[in-house]
């Protein structure tokens, strides 16, 4: 166990529709930091936020966006979703904005029917 | 596009044997990290080597790193069933003020009792 919390294990939705996945860092971590793992594209890094700001952007859609609050939760909206948003969405944490280990969640698996 | 790439895809021992796993990457990095996946779960954190070292070590774990030929291996010594996983390895090119991980597509190890 990573110390990361994500909910909901599981998610099926239907096309046109809007999720929110969220996440926990482990205790003591600034730094949340959202991937997407699916078969054809593999693990791509999404976006990464610090002490609630943005630090680093990936090929992160403009269908989806995120943010980090007070508690430093965060949050993953993803929207007008596609059959090809299905995928596993992992969170990841760390300690400080880089340089680091970065300790992974068990995931949100999305489907998309 | 992934910047990592793993060799070999995948690969099949039998328990006790030593597994190794090859990495290459394009770009200059920070650090290199390798991660475990047990089949659709979260990522492990296994070990993280900085560009300025040249080999780690971590229990039964040993990862080199050369940035020359800008290239990693990850060797399991004495296997056991338990090994059975995705390995990734992950190259952190941080930039001053976040961090990204770039996967590679991984390797699939079956340790066969």
């Known amino acids: 166990d990573s110390g990361v919390t994500q909910t909901p294990k599981h998610l099926i939705t239907a096309t046109g529709q809007r999720v929110t996945l969220r996440c926990s860092p482990r205790?003591?971590?600034?730094?949340v930091y959202w991937y997407q793992q699916s078969l054809d594209q593999g693990l791509q890094f999404l976006i990464q936020y610090y002490n609630g700001e943005e630090r680093a952007k990936g090929n992160i859609l403009e269908r989806f966006s995120a943010q980090q609050f007070p508690d430093l939760h965060s949050e993953l909206n993803l929207s007008s979703l596609e059959l090809g948003d299905s995928a596993l969405y992992f969170c990841?944490?760390?300690?400080?904005?880089?340089?680091?280990?970065?300790?992974f969640g068990p995931g949100t698996r999305l489907t998309v029917l | 596009s992934q910047q990592g790439e793993e060799d070999p895809q995948a690969l099949s021992i039998q328990e006790g044997e030593n597994a190794t796993m090859n990495c290459s990457y394009k770009?200059?990095?920070?650090?290199l990290q390798w991660y475990r996946q047990n089949s659709g779960r979260g990522l492990v954190h296994l070990i993280l080597?900085?560009?300025?070292?040249r080999e780690k070590h971590s229990g039964r774990l040993r990862v080199t790193l050369d940035t020359s030929k800008k290239s990693s291996s990850l060797l399991i010594t004495a296997s056991r069933a338990a090994d059975t996983a995705s390995y990734f390895c992950a190259t952190d090119a941080t930039e001053t003020s976040g961090s990204r991980l770039t996967f590679g597509e991984g390797t699939q190890l079956t340790v066969n009792p």
């Open positions: 990841a944490s760390s300690v400080t904005a880089a340089y680091n280990e970065q300790f």
């Open positions: 080597i900085r560009s300025n070292e």
């Open positions: 205790s003591g971590d600034l730094s």
């Open positions: 770009t200059s990095i920070n650090n």
